[in-house]
């Protein structure tokens, strides 16, 4: 009895370093830059200057199908799978476009490397883009993201930017910053494009 006890300790320890570790390596990850703009009680308003992705398109329309149909193949891309065979470092957030028609899914690539730069990707359904400038509503939530608290979201902001009387353009976007395997201290976003240019 006591040598499960204590191989069950060794494991919750082991488990909770691991998380530690997973959170502190996330941290360290380079983010995609923005400029906060206004904060709202429900809400924030950001600037996000243009950036370089690697974006593939789906006909997926779920997150689960896009993120299962897409994550692969953009993950193979930055780990060698491209003409210079070059590793490519992760950055955070991963987009997710959902439309009921069309979806993409983009890693965000560092701020070092301009579109001319990139490494031409080996699969021909990855395209290199750049991102326009845009400033965009957006709300945060924890936990693990699904379709249904993808939606929840969606409309929570639709609603809060409504009460504002902001008007926006485009699908509804998730972003998500952290790998599966990290339990903890998890990070999802909603956001939309703004129409206008001025948000004081």
Known sequence: MKVLIIIAIIVVAIFILFQIYTTMSVNKTETQAYQVIRLEENFEIRYYPAATMA???????????????????LAKYIFGGNAEKKQIAMTSPVHMDIGDTQSTMS???????????????????????????????????????????????????EKYLQEKGLTSHGNF???GYNP???????????IVALNGNKFN
Do not use: C
């Not at 599966?180 to 909603?190: A, C, D, I, M």
């Open 173 to 175: 976007r998730f972003l």
């Open 107 to 157: 890693f965000v690539l560092p701020s070092t490397y301009k579109q001319a730069d990139v490494p031409k990707p080996n699969d021909p359904g990855i395209a290199i883009v750049t991102a326009a400038p845009e400033y965009v509503a957006v709300i945060q939530f924890g936990g693990f993201a699904s379709t249904e608290s993808i939606n929840k979201h969606r409309a929570l902001l």
């Open 180 to 190: 599966p395997y990290q339990l903890l201290g998890r990070r999802n976003e909603v």
């Open 55 to 73: 974006m593939i398109t789906s006909t997926s329309k779920s997150y689960r199908d896009l993120g299962s149909s897409g994550f692969g193949k």
